[in-house]
């Protein structure tokens, strides 16, 4: 079983509407994040949690919020699609310690439409 | 504003050939500089790391080089193999920066049989 898993993997959605995506984790890891994949701008981190009580925002949280439901959970809200949130979405996960390696889910494909 | 600026944005490389992907910095508390390979479909996956005390750093085919004075440091693929065909990204982190990972924009290599 993979590691670090996402659902849905893939998503099409119409404008306005909510959306969860969720992030599940069997490394025991303490530090989740959400990125977001955009052709020609690589990836840019939305929010990162160092652990469940500690939640924090990214680069470009805007129009997200998350949540984290326990240390194997980390889920991402898009609270009302739109358009330019159609981007390839991924978890990933790390030790506490620093500086150590990132760990990525398989990734979810999301369309508004 | 781009924290760690990469380039080319596309590379293709007969077999056997040398591939290399440069990026650059300007944060001097950058302390950790990972590189990370993506084939279509998956998350990124760590590929090698280098931390600023070296200035070059092999693991197999793979080498990175690290300028500290010119904040620039570069990925060396030799004996380039068509499974090594992915896109590579270049990040940085520093401790003081709560370790979060900027992303360069991506390469994406082409090993040609």
């Known amino acids: 079983d993979a590691d670090v898993t996402q659902t849905p993997r893939n998503r099409i959605t119409k404008t306005g509407k909510r959306i969860m995506l969720e992030c599940s984790q069997t490394k025991g890891h303490d530090r989740m994040y959400w990125y977001r994949q955009d052709p020609g701008l690589g990836l840019r981190l939305i929010y990162y949690s160092f652990d469940v009580k500690d939640i924090n925002k990214g680069e470009i949280s805007d129009g997200y919020s998350v949540s984290r439901q326990a240390q194997a959970k980390f889920s991402l809200s898009l609270e009302s699609a739109i358009p330019n949130q159609t981007a390839l979405y991924f978890c990933?996960?790390?030790?506490?310690?620093?500086?150590?390696?990132?760990?990525f889910g398989p990734g979810t494909r999301l369309t508004v439409l | 504003q781009q924290q760690v600026k990469q380039s080319p944005q596309s590379l293709i490389v007969q077999k056997g050939g040398i591939s290399i992907i440069n990026c650059a910095y300007e944060n001097t508390a950058f302390d950790y500089f990972p590189w990370y390979q993506q084939f279509p479909g998956k998350g990124p996956a760590l590929l090698i790391a280098i931390r600023p005390d070296v200035s070059e750093k092999k693991e197999g085919r793979f080498t990175i080089s690290f300028n500290k004075s010119a904040k620039q440091f570069s990925l060396h693929i030799m004996d380039s193999q068509p499974g090594d065909s992915a896109t590579y990204f270049c990040a940085a982190s520093s401790v003081s920066g709560a370790n979060n990972l900027f992303f360069g924009t991506g390469t994406r290599l082409t090993v040609i049989p």
């Open positions: 990933a996960t790390s030790p506490q310690a620093a500086l150590k390696e990132q760990f």
